[in-house]
């Protein structure tokens, strides 16, 4: 009887701890914990406390484990800085604070400002990315590897270590990385295996703007999380987002506005054909390539981006412009499957043997 009262015992002062311990936890093993304690506790109504014990000094060494991988994530936090060019740096510290004190952020910034690059940062200098990841989704593959990488440099590291990516069929980070940069299509996959998506105890929608179906489906499921997970931050960034709309979906979240860009931009609009008209489907290549010869005409200094909707009209604008043979000027194509090594050569259309999934991006 003494032995069993002992036991008991042993067992209400396991459970006081694991349960005062578990804050310092990751997310994903509080969960885990929480749900395996509470089986816990109903078995010992069967069959005693004594009977449990066993099982309970296997759940304190595993929190024991993860409260120890949280407190190397924090000593493995890298030195952050915010380049002082960037117009977004000026704000750091006002974006920092209200990270701290809010659950959602409504962040507007122009193209260019540099929220992209310093908004995972700034998540960092808040304290955020050690209970869990820090999830910054990117509507396209491109963009998540190269902000990625350069985030990595910033902290001076090399990719996957504090800062890695994942897009189809490839990943570049590990359960150590403090930031992860997704395509929003991975993430919402992600919500398959953990629907409220505890591996990430931050997660920044970026390019908001796009409202993209799957940009709006991650919307809706992380206003459902806002409510489920009390711990988890949300921003939402867009350089031209309705921020009234967003801030009153998501309970009047605070909106920040960053102005000015690092580099100047001048939009140009072309009036449409007559009223009536019609034109052929591939006119808009034509369209697109005599808008720059008209911009060079004029001579201004500076680099013309130009958006077309599919790889092959890519590359047929891009040999299309390089047919003009403008003075001084290099065509480069930019696309999700160009190859790294082909990325910035010049070519317009890149064919190669290797440009298969374990090359591409």
């Known amino acids: ?108 910034g122009e193209t260019g400002c540099g929220k992209s690059t310093q908004i995972p940062k700034m998540c960092l200098k808040a304290g955020r990315g050690l209970s869990g990841q820090i999830a910054c989704t990117q509507p396209r593959r491109i963009a998540a590897i190269t902000i990625a990488h350069r985030i990595a440099e910033e902290l001076g590291e090399g990719i996957g270590q504090s800062v890695g990516y994942k897009i189809r069929f490839r990943e570049k980070a590990s359960p150590e990385s403090l930031i992860k940069v997704v395509t929003d299509g991975m993430l919402l996959a992600e919500t398959q295996g953990d629907p409220r998506l505890f591996s990430y105890d931050t997660i920044i929608i970026d390019e908001a703007h796009e409202r993209s179906l799957n940009i709006d489906f991650l919307l809706g499921i992380t206003r459902n999380l806002i409510d489920a997970r009390p711990e988890l931050k949300l921003i939402i960034t867009s350089a031209t987002l309705d921020t009234e709309k967003f801030s009153k979906a998501f309970e009047n979240a605070p909106v920040i506005q960053v102005s000015g860009r690092m580099y100047p931009v001048t939009i140009e609009y072309r009036a449409p054909g007559p009223k009536g008209t019609t034109t052929d489907e591939t006119d808009y290549v034509e369209t697109a390539v005599k808008a720059v010869h008209d911009i060079k005409a004029k001579k201004n200094p500076g680099d013309i981006l130009v958006f077309m909707p599919t790889e092959q009209d890519i590359i047929e604008t891009c040999e299309k412009l390089e047919g003009k043979r403008f003075a001084g000027t290099t065509v480069l194509p930019l696309y999700a499957r160009l190859p790294r090594h082909a990325a910035g050569t010049g070519l317009s259309c890149v064919r190669t043997e290797d440009c298969g999934r374990d090359q591409c991006g």
């Not at 311990?21 to 069967?46: E, N, T, Y």
């Not at 993860?66 to 407190?71: D, P």
């Open 1 to 108: 009887m003494k032995n069993g009262t002992h036991a008991a015992s042993s067992a209400t002062e396991i459970i006081r701890r694991i349960r005062t311990g578990l804050p310092g936890a990751m997310l994903k093993d509080q969960v885990q914990l929480i749900d395996r304690l509470q089986s816990l506790r109903q078995k010992s109504r069967r069959a005693g406390m004594t009977a449990i014990l066993p099982e309970l000094r296997n759940l304190e060494k595993r929190l024991d484990r993860s409260i120890q991988v949280r407190a190397a994530r924090k000593n493995r936090l890298p030195p952050v800085s915010f380049p002082a060019e960037l117009p977004i740096s000026g704000k750091a510290a006002d974006i920092i604070t209200a990270i701290r004190k809010n659950r959602v952020i409504i962040l507007s």
